[in-house]
């Protein structure tokens, strides 16, 4: 890849705001060209599958409607779920002993399970 190219890819990876597919029309990129930009995004490679986006152990990190609502996930190295918000402002989080066993959950509404 060339660095003119290369810079334009880290440009749009840098101008883009959620919702990320959609800001991504604008520019007119093929698939690959997208994938390029969101592994920018999300720092770390990447698959894109009907308005979905994986990383490389299948787990779903960005999903988003046609119309503009998205969700973010964010995954452990064991590949267990420990972030998760949306385009209404809702998030959670969630925390995991040695065993894989959930200790610990915090909402946005301020519910917290604490199990340790």
């Known amino acids: 890849m060339n660095s003119k190219y290369k810079k334009y890819i880290e440009?749009?990876?840098?101008?883009?705001e959620l919702p990320y597919l959609k800001s991504l029309e604008?520019?007119?990129?093929?698939?690959?060209?997208?994938?390029?930009?969101?592994s920018k995004?999300?720092?770390?490679p990447v698959t894109i599958r009907n308005n979905r986006v994986y990383n490389t152990?299948?787990?779903?990190i960005y999903f988003e409607y046609s119309y503009g609502d998205w969700v973010k996930r964010e995954y452990d190295i064991n590949g267990k779920?420990?972030?998760?918000e949306n385009s209404n402002g809702n998030w959670y989080k969630r925390e995991y002993d040695?065993?894989?066993?959930?200790?610990?959950?915090?909402r946005s509404d301020?519910?917290?399970i604490d199990n340790r």
Not at 11 to 16: E, F, L
Not at 81 to 84: A, D, E, G, M, V
């Open 41 to 44: 995004v999300f720092n770390q």
């Open 11 to 16: 440009y749009i990876a840098r101008d883009i």
């Open 98 to 106: 040695t065993n894989g066993n959930e200790i610990y959950r915090e």
């Open 26 to 38: 604008q520019y007119g990129l093929k698939q690959d060209e997208m994938v390029m930009v969101l």
């Open 57 to 60: 152990n299948g787990n779903e």
């Open 110 to 112: 301020g519910v917290i």
């Open 81 to 84: 779920l420990i972030y998760s």
